[in-house]
């Protein structure tokens, strides 16, 4: 049947659900780690949740590369469809951390100087077709989006079974629901190059 042929408040019925479900998909509301300094194979900086500053501090055998939000530094947080990073919006600034993997045995981590709740970590480019990488976390994550990023991707390209992290192209999110004082993963497949940054949500924050 035509929407034309409907009764005039069945039509605006429909449209104010169809408002409300667009409403209930939008990103939530996230803050974004902004890293200040980069040491060796630590790095640190803070995240600004609603009730307070948190310091955040990452620590492990290796670091690829960094960025900072230095002059010349590229936005690789730039997505397409589907969106990689629907789930809590792209990651605001350029700041990230670049790995290779391939050190099973050694755990890279993030340390926080107060929990906080649900945190969130994006991931970019892990793992291509062909070759996947994994990130095998001490915490349990949960898949909340995955899609196209910056150098391509797939809805199907980052997957979650128990606590590893899967990608082949992988671009998205995953959460890890509770409240924690630290995240920590082992990369056990060497790829060149995958990156990650971490955030909080601003509501479990409130």
Known sequence: M????????????AVCALASLAGAA??????????????????????MLPDGAVRVK??????????IGEAGDRDYWISGSPDAYAATGRPTGVDLMGFVGGT?????????????TNPVIALLSLGRNGAPARYVFTQTPTLLSSGVGYYGGCATCLTVKKRTVTGTEGHGVVQFVGTFSSLSWSMPDYENWHGVQVGVPAAAAD
């Open 2 to 13: 035509r929407v034309s042929s409907l009764p005039r408040a069945t039509v605006l019925a």
């Open 26 to 47: 939008q990103a939530q509301s996230t803050t974004w780690a902004d890293w200040t300094a980069v040491n060796g194979t630590t790095m640190s900086g803070r995240l």
């Open 58 to 67: 990452f620590s492990g055998p290796a670091l690829y590369f960094s960025q």
């Open 104 to 116: 099973d045995t050694q755990k890279y981590k993030i340390t926080f100087s107060r929990p906080v």
